[in-house]
């Protein structure tokens, strides 16, 4: 049994928008157990082409967040079992689907909400796809960032937007991630495999790519991000409230569940149930992470 997750490789998660995924976490499964996994890059891939990529990698699951009636479809054509409305770490929503305990999310929230999403600092601009994201049944809620800080997955090269000797190289980096209070949110030591990305293109939040840009190999440095160079700061206009009636399906939510809703383009994004109030729902789509200060060491390992 072979299972594919899409994957947000700064984070170690499950990344949000199939048909933007620049990348799959693959599980080789025997007897019930995972006995390997790896990296597999979409090479930029669009939704349909997604679906070709996953069979010819003899997928028999898709572990995913959000994903769209047309790529359901053609995933559906290939054989491909999809366990949607996922979030936080892969390797868990992984064990989770062999445990039985991850099953595909159960309501469709089909609102589009007024304002316009962005992923990081850069809209994707408007994708063909029809989004019917899953609103899962998540409670923890704790991903580290859907997106890096980047658009992944919008097609073409990257645009460089960074000055540095490593801008526009592959670069390939083991870190930890650290509240001030030490509490440690996420490591690549780990998960045993260095974090890959194009660095100076935006797929990080910008501090981190800036500390990398200029980096050598074998170089170790500690920084530390107010929330304007990682994050942001929380954006009241992303706090809102909707009936539950322009939601079918939704009467069930409960505060602190994780839901994907779809702007007024299509676009799927992540929001936390806030409060729950008769007749209404109260949603709150900021970063997990936004107003955190981070700290971050930094190894980088290689440079392509």
């Not at 679906?51 to 010819?56: P, S």
């Not at 959000?66 to 892969?90: D, F, P, R, T, V």
């Not at 009241?236 to 602190?256: C, D, H, M, W």
């Not at 299509?266 to 992470?289: K, L, W, Y």
């Amino acid at each position: 049994m072979r299972i594919a997750a899409t994957y947000d490789s700064s984070t170690g998660t499950i990344f949000q928008h199939f048909g933007r995924t620049e990348a799959f976490k693959i599980y080789e499964v025997a007897d019930g157990k995972i006995t390997s996994d790896r990296v597999l890059s979409s090479d930029g891939a669009g939704h349909s082409a997604l679906a070709g990529l996953l069979a010819g990698q003899g997928i028999d699951v898709l572990i995913c967040g959000g994903i769209g009636g047309g790529a359901q479809n053609a995933l559906a054509a290939a054989g491909i079992e999809i366990c949607s409305g996922a979030s936080g770490s892969a390797d868990a929503a992984a064990e989770a689907y062999l445990k039985g305990e991850l099953t595909s999310a159960g309501v469709n929230c089909d609102h589009h909400h007024g304002e316009e999403h962005t992923c990081g600092e850069h809209g994707c601009g408007e994708h063909g796809e029809e989004h019917e994201c899953g609103c899962g049944g998540h409670e923890d809620g704790q991903e580290c960032g859907s997106c890096g800080g980047g658009c992944g997955g919008c097609g073409g090269p990257r645009e460089i937007i960074l000055e540095g000797k490593n801008a526009g190289k592959t670069c390939r980096v083991h870190y930890r991630g650290t509240f001030n209070d030490g509490t440690q949110f996420d490591s690549s030591y780990d998960r045993g495999e260095p974090l890959e990305f194009v660095c100076g293109t935006g797929m990080m939040i910008r501090g981190f790519d800036a500390a990398v840009v200029d980096m050598e190999p074998g170089q170790i440095v500690d920084i530390h991000l107010m929330p304007e160079e990682a994050y942001g700061m929380p954006d009241p206009n992303a706090v809102f409230t909707l009936k539950i009636s322009e939601l079918p399906g939704a009467e069930n939510l409960r505060a602190g569940q994780q839901v994907y809703l779809s702007n007024a383009m299509g676009q799927p994004f992540r929001a936390v149930v806030t409060q729950c109030d008769g007749d209404s729902i109260t949603f709150d789509a900021n970063h997990e992470m936004a107003g955190k200060e981070l700290n971050f060491r930094i190894e980088l390992v290689e440079v392509g």
